[in-house]
């Protein structure tokens, strides 16, 4: 089956006579209700979508599933931007420059340009996956432990230029960070780590509660000691009203390179297995941070922070589905609960799918196109209910704010969800208070886990390889194991120039400066 015939099967597929594109509407509205509530999560809100699939075929079931998949991505930026509630941990980033927007009476650009970035990145990349999944499937399979350690250590090495003003601070709290990363079963002794007794602490720090902690629950406590409207008094809309407004031409001209830059890095991290959105957003957020011609507006409210954020991790959907289609791989969590569904239903997920039965490809490709395009006009109208919220005053949206944050931590069943999400949120005000980082913090947390599972794997495969040559070479198959293929070398000589260019930055920055002609 050649390009074009793919294709055509793929609109068959979603068109399905209009009841099947009916149901994609449907599902693209439930997902992005699904993103915009806090704490549930786009695997939470795939695994949501389930129950609807029950009585449908595979091919219809993955076109819905990916539906709800894509568009609770996107629907995570809506209270990011209104409230400073990442509806999904991939929206973290969001927060950083579209609440401050909000503030300001921006909240439409602000949605706007997260609407727009979100199309194009998702668009992107269910374009690359429909060209390039199994070429890029294949590179993916081929990165080892060793490489992926060297990825995620990347990832946490940025913290360096996160803050460039803050550097010591910036460190401290992502050490933090790492430390509740720490929480739960060593990988490899097996034993618990920092869990004080708690069972349900085994599996490790609900990134979920943490998140609604440090910043919704610190938002609320910081803002319930006054009692004016946000939508009159601080700026957001009028009377809680938001008109999304689509950035101008002049605008999204300067953002173009964000746009491309973060819509492939989110795609080829959403190729990596277990890498995933949240990854994307905050490397591509951090990366834009760094090339930027302005790096100290960031985090004040500009456009080019949220288009990175929304265009890197709309753009990880579609590589995520690249190794699940192909290799029968997830590339993340979602993508684990769409392979759980689709092997309910007796498919055999693989190489060998996109040989047998293609129309898998075409159908997903096809409903990535169509959602990415609608859920700009669904995500438009959800919006402007939720900003009718702002017209409450504070200190009657802010319990409220409080309980929707409070069912988003318990939805995992557990009420030691909710305890981690009270106690991150009074960190979250000592952190304001003593000018640390909060972002840091939630990227040593997810970051720090993966890097040491890597690490642990890569120890314990050259531990098994030395078993039986005795221990004078452990040490070097420990270094090969780690550092010995070209992929993690170059990564890791990148991370060592990246940790010490505090050092030698400023003498660069000097020459240069010393170069440039008077003005």
């Known amino acids: 089956m050649n390009l074009g015939e793919m294709f055509v099967s793929g609109l068959s597929a979603v068109w399905g006579g209009g009841t099947m594109f009916l149901m994609v509407v449907v599902a693209i509205v439930l997902g992005t209700i699904f993103g915009a509530l806090p704490g549930v999560s786009a695997t939470m809100a795939v695994a ?29 930026s809506i209270t990011a931007i209104l409230f400073k509630i990442p509806g999904v941990p991939s929206s973290a980033p969001t927060t950083f420059d579209g609440y401050p927007m909000a503030q300001r009476g921006e909240a439409g650009k602000a949605l706007g340009v997260a609407l727009l970035a979100s199309a194009v990145g998702g668009l992107f990349s269910a374009l690359v996956m429909f060209l390039l999944a199994t070429p890029l499937s294949k590179a993916a399979l081929a990165f080892g432990n060793g490489d992926m350690f060297a990825i995620t250590f990347l990832g946490l090495s940025i913290l360096i230029v996160l803050d460039t003003e803050h ?215 959800i919006a402007k209910v939720f900003a009718q919220i702002l017209a409450v005053p504070y200190y009657y949206l802010g319990p409220i704010i409080l309980l929707l944050a409070t069912i988003g931590s318990f939805s995992e069943g557990n009420i030691v969800g909710v305890s981690v999400m009270v106690i991150a949120g009074i960190v979250g005000i000592i952190v304001k208070y003593m000018h640390l980082n909060s972002a840091a913090i939630v990227l040593g947390l997810v970051l720090g886990g993966m890097c040491e599972k890597y690490f642990s794997q890569a120890f314990q495969k050259a531990h098994i390889v030395t078993a039986q040559m005795g221990f004078g070479d452990y040490a070097a198959k420990v270094f090969e194991s780690l550092f010995g293929s070209p992929i993690s070398a170059i990564v890791m000589t990148a991370c060592i120039l990246l940790l010490l260019s505090p050092i030698y930055m400023p003498f660069v920055k000097k020459i240069t400066g010393k170069n440039k002609p008077a003005a």
């Open 48 to 76: 949501l979508g389930l129950t609807f699939t029950y009585t449908m075929g595979p091919v219809p079931a993955i076109v819905f599933l990916t539906a709800i998949y894509c568009s609770s991505i996107t629907g995570g």
């Open 167 to 381: 550097i010591l601070t910036t460190i401290i709290s992502g050490l933090l960070g790492l430390l509740l990363a720490c929480i739960g079963q060593d990988p490899m002794a097996g034993v618990a780590r920092l869990t004080f007794g708690q069972t349900s602490l085994l599996s490790g720090m609900e990134m979920i509660p943490v998140l609604i902690g440090l910043f919704a629950v610190t938002e609320v406590l910081k803002q319930t000691n006054t009692k004016k409207r946000l939508s009159a008094e601080d700026g957001v809309g009028n009377k809680g009203k938001v008109n999304t407004k689509m950035p101008t031409m002049k605008e999204l001209w300067s953002i173009k390179f964000t746009l491309l830059r973060c819509s492939i890095v989110g795609t080829v991290v959403g190729i990596l297995p277990g890498a995933g959105a949240t990854i994307a957003s905050f490397m591509c957020y951090t990366m834009e941070n760094k090339l930027s011609k302005y790096p100290e507006k960031f985090g004040t409210g500009i456009i080019d922070g949220i288009a990175a954020s929304e265009a890197s991790n709309n753009a990880a959907t579609g590589g995520a589905m690249v190794p699940l289609l192909c290799l029968g791989i997830p590339g993340g969590n979602a993508a684990a609960v769409m392979a759980s569904a689709l092997a309910l239903k007796g498919v055999q997920m693989g190489p060998r799918l996109l040989n047998v039965q293609p129309e898998f490809l075409s159908a997903t490709f096809i409903t990535m196109i169509v959602t990415n395009i609608l859920m700009v006009i669904v995500a438009i109208g």
